[in-house]
């Protein structure tokens, strides 16, 4: 056989799923291009999910949820890890941990925090899935913690300082100035 086939990941389909579509490969191709193998020597992917809350949010909150969050929905994933890290001679990777970690950072619009965890290869889809369920949900329970996402606020300095009642687009009076329409009734 002059080539080998496999199945497509990705493309349309999110998470590294497959699409259905399989693609037949030239063997060429193997001396030419890097072939990627997710489960051939170590069957776990690291997945982050990135949540950035507002400014005003109670972050750590946050933080230790999705500290909690992921050794929940990876403890078992860890142990396995780690047992096929140390039983496999041929990979020469030092993960240091491979427990759930979160990285805090400020954006544009909030503190985004990624919680970085380890997943079979086969069930990112399904863990990220879950973890957002709880997330969503701790949402909805917890007013303390807010998603954040890029808006836009002005600033009106004679506002924020209480210069007089609509001073907010004003017209140099004091007053908000207003559109006024031409139309008559009658």
């Known amino acids: 056989a002059f ?27 193997v001396f ?6 997710y489960t051939q020597e170590f069957a776990y992917l690291w997945l982050e999910i990135p949540v950035v809350v507002t400014f005003e949010s109670r972050w750590r909150e946050m933080r230790e949820l999705l500290l909690e ?25 030092d993960y240091g941990t491979l427990t759930p970690i979160v990285y805090t950072t ?33 949402f909805e329970e917890h007013p303390s913690v807010e998603l954040a996402y890029p808006t836009q606020r002005f600033f009106d300095r004679r506002m924020e300082q209480g210069e007089g009642e609509g001073a907010g687009v004003g017209n140099g009076e004091g007053r908000t100035a207003t559109k006024e329409s031409s139309d008559t009734v009658g």
């Open 3 to 29: 080539s080998f086939k496999m199945l497509e990941l990705g493309n349309w389909v999110l998470s590294d799923q497959s699409t259905g579509r399989v693609i037949s490969m030239p063997n060429a191709v």
């Open 32 to 37: 030419l291009e890097p072939v990627i193998n």
């Open 69 to 93: 969050l992921g050794t929940k929905h990876t403890g078992a994933i860890v142990d396995q890890a780690e047992r096929a890290l140390r039983a496999s001679s041929r990979l020469m990777v």
């Open 106 to 138: 400020a954006v544009d619009h909030g503190v985004q925090m990624t919680l970085r965890c380890l997943v079979g290869a086969r069930g990112r889809r399904v863990i990220e899935d879950a973890i957002w369920r709880d997330l969503l949900a701790h």
